[in-house]
Structures are given as structure tokens and as C-alpha cells.
């Protein structure tokens, strides 16, 4: 299930399922992170539909009112954000995002917590996230790009229907590093974009 964050409790947690290093190996991006105590992520992603009032209790006030902060789509500028949520627990499995009009198109990314990754979310994720582009923004083309040595995100886009595409061999991440670059393409007619109302046709 994906859905926005609601508030910046959501989109904290949806930041730290990527912040270990196994994912950052891939992505790169810590520092646009919110720094958080390490010994804090594994309390951050334990929070599911049971826990997560008590958690919120627990902060401090002034903590507690800046989690508590709606989060609106729009504070993504034009990227939108989307937490990976485990339907049955209520927790923050990933977040996948979407970013419209880069300099290499309309670019789709996303990460998984350490214990949803190899279960199927991914692939879940990048269809629902298609999906979001196609039917409600009006893309009618989506872009991806990864590491050549990254397996699981290359089988991800495989099974979702990604296609090779042309773009930059090279890529650096936020952290400055440097690494070899694979893009693919998901494209769909016209005239199956922007089924929601609220979606405009899009390149």
C-alpha cells in the first residue's frame, strides 16, 4: 500500500528505511536526510498502527508538535513522495519518489527498511508509483536510474516493465561520489495518462 505522508512523523521514517548503509551504498544521499541517533532508527521503524499514538506521546513537546506538522504534497516541490506501508502492521516499509521534469526526464526512485527488502515491496512499489505518474500526474513517460551492479533494483525495474533507455554513463550521487549509471523507460500512450482529474498530460 503506498500512500503521501501525513504528517513529518510519516516522512521521517520514510527517510530513515534508507539511511543504513547498505542503501546508502546505492544511494547516496544521507545528508539530505533529517540527522537522527542511529540508536533511533530502529525505534523510528518499529512504529506501526498500534504503537505509533504512544510513540508520539512519549516526545517531548515541542518534538511532538513538529512530528505532528501536516505534511502537504506540496512541501516536495515537484518531487511527491510516497511511504511503502505493510497493509497488515501499518508500518513504513520505504518510500518511493517521483520527480517531474529533471534534466533527464521524469525520474523515479525509492528505498526499502532492511526488513522489507527481498519480500516483494519493491516491485509493489515501483507499480503503484507508475501508476501515481501515469493515471494522476499525466506522465506519459517515467525514468529510472541505477548502478549496473545493482541486481535487485535492475529485476525491480525488469518485472515492472522497464525498458532500456538512453542516458548519462556516469552519475554523481549527493555525496559527491561518482558511479556508472543504467537508465530505463516506462512509456504509455496518451490516451491511457491522466485518468484522475486532477492530472494534466505530461511529457
Known amino acids: 500500500m503506498l500512500h503521501t505522508p501525513r504528517d513529518h512523523l510519516d516522512l521521517l521514517i520514510g527517510w530513515v528505511a534508507g539511511a543504513d548503509s547498505a542503501a546508502q551504498h546505492w544511494l547516496?544521499?544521507?545528508?539530505?536526510?533529517?540527522?537522527?541517533d542511529p540508536r533511533q532508527v530502529e525505534t523510528l521503524l518499529r512504529i506501526d498502527r498500534g504503537n505509533r499514538d504512544k510513540v508520539m506521546r512519549a516526545l517531548p513537546d515541542a518534538r511532538r508538535a513538529q512530528m505532528a506538522a501536516p505534511f502537504w504534497p506540496s512541501d516536495g516541490g515537484p518531487t511527491s513522495l510516497l511511504l511503502v506501508v505493510e497493509e497488515a502492521t501499518g508500518r513504513v516499509a520505504g518510500l518511493s519518489q517521483l520527480t517531474i521534469g529533471t534534466e533527464r526526464g521524469n525520474v523515479m526512485g525509492g528505498w526499502l527498511a532492511p526488513d522489507f527488502r527481498g519480500r516483494g515491496f519493491g516491485a509493489e512499489a515501483a507499480r503503484a508509483t507508475l501508476r501515481f505518474?501515469?493515471?494522476?500526474?499525466?506522465?506519459?513517460?517515467?525514468?529510472?536510474?541505477?548502478?549496473p551492479s545493482n541486481e535487485a533494483s535492475r529485476r525491480v525495474l525488469a518485472a515492472t516493465g522497464f525498458v532500456p533507455a538512453a542516458g548519462p554513463a556516469?552519475?554523481?550521487?549527493?555525496?559527491?561520489?561518482?558511479?556508472?549509471?543504467?537508465?530505463?523507460?516506462?512509456?504509455?500512450?496518451?490516451?491511457?495518462?491522466?485518468?484522475?482529474?486532477?492530472?494534466?498530460?505530461?511529457r
Request: proline share 4%; hydrophobic share 45%; glycine share 10%.
Open 28 to 36: 547516496g544521499d544521507v545528508a539530505r536526510k533529517e540527522p537522527v
Open 133 to 147: 505518474g501515469h493515471e494522476h500526474l499525466g506522465l506519459e513517460a517515467v525514468r529510472a536510474g541505477t548502478d
Open 170 to 202: 556516469r552519475h554523481t550521487l549527493a555525496d559527491g561520489r561518482v558511479i556508472d549509471a543504467l537508465w530505463f523507460e516506462h512509456a504509455v500512450a496518451r490516451d491511457a495518462t491522466a485518468r484522475c482529474a486532477a492530472g494534466a498530460p505530461a
